[in-house]
């Protein structure tokens, strides 16, 4: 009975410890009339905090992971209304086509974001999580 109790202890610390991820953010492309690579981003809130400005980077890689490109990206404007939490935002944004017949791959990385009603600029990385900047 004891060790079903421990055991029932450790399980639900477990289940509390895990991470919330604070958005969620979705890229996919598609290609355009054979010539241009559209990359949409979407971004989902789900923190409580409203999210007042989200700006980051498209990368473009090649097969070999090698950089090609990198574009700024802004996702929400400081003039738009806030994201508040369960809604998303989509920001498009386009790229040559690959001279070759191998596909190029995206990402984007988040370089700023600021919530509503505060000062202070965070960047967010997936392993560390936010740190401010500014």
């Known amino acids: 009975m004891q060790k079903l ?24 492309t598609r290609l355009v009339n054979d010539s241009r690579t559209m990359v949409n981003i979407q971004i989902t809130n789900l923190m409580d905090k409203p999210l007042d400005y989200v700006e980051g980077f498209v990368i473009e ?4 992971k090698n950089l090609i490109d990198e574009k700024r990206l802004v ?7 806030p994201l508040q939490k369960g ?6 944004i386009s790229f040559n086509k690959p001279q070759n017949d191998m596909p190029n791959t995206y990402e ?8 509503i009603g505060e000062s202070r600029v965070f960047t967010w990385h997936p392993k560390i999580g936010f740190i401010r900047i500014d």
């Open 5 to 28: 109790i421990a055991i029932s202890i450790i399980f639900s610390y477990a289940l509390t410890a895990q991470v919330n991820i604070p958005f969620e953010l979705d890229l996919r």
């Open 61 to 64: 890689k090649d097969v070999n």
């Open 75 to 81: 996702l929400i404007y400081g003039y738009e209304p």
């Open 87 to 92: 809604f998303s935002t989509t920001r498009s």
């Open 108 to 115: 984007f990385l988040i370089s700023k974001i600021r919530f």
